[in-house]
């Protein structure tokens, strides 16, 4: 079984540009996160949808950062424009539930890691 | 609200000694309790859950966990640690639902020849 795929792995850039991660679920995973990891802290939920609906953004900084899941499969975050404490590793995660329910896994991939000079 | 509090940011230990990582939480309803791990340059893969039922988790690498829901903590422990141990671990804990899970600072153990 694939795991979750995200790209780009590293990605350089300077303040005020622009970014986008991409990332595909596990196939048949119907929930689908993004968390954010700065270094030296814990992943921190910035989305997570249920299918192609939003779930919780509560921690989204809506003003640079967007996200979507067009077709409730691949997702697509994006940053614009980028400060520099943007700089961290983001995560995307999917699982399998379908609805409110009990404590599935949640599968991550490896990481897009994004360093802002 | 939930949150989960890992005391230790850095744990050394030699190499077939055991080792207990802490992790508190707080919630105000029932909760679910994970342990992922992350080896370098790579994301977080499960270790051990607690959903219901015996309060001792068990790892298939060795580690185990134990509810406490008196003392509102969930410690990872291994009886006898490998080189290949070393690695960060967090904490995890979710209500269910729809299921957000807020994780720990993290833990990383450093396991010494």
Redesign the interface.
Known sequence: EAGVAQSPRYKIIEKRQSVAFWCNPISGHATLYWYQQILGQGPKLLIQFQNNGVVDDSQLPKDRFSAERLKGVDSTLKIQPAKLEDSAVYLCASSPIKEAGSGNTIYFGEGSWLTVV | AQS?T?LD?QVPVFEEAPVELRCNYSSSVSV?L?W?VQYP??????LL?Y?SGSTLVESINGFEAEFNKSQTSFHLRKPSVHISDTAEY?CAV?P???????????TKLQVIP
């Open positions: 989960v890992q940011s679910y994970f992922y340059n790579q994301g977080l893969q499960l859950k959903l967090f979710s269910g639902g729809y299921q957000k899970v807020t994780f720990g600072t993290g």
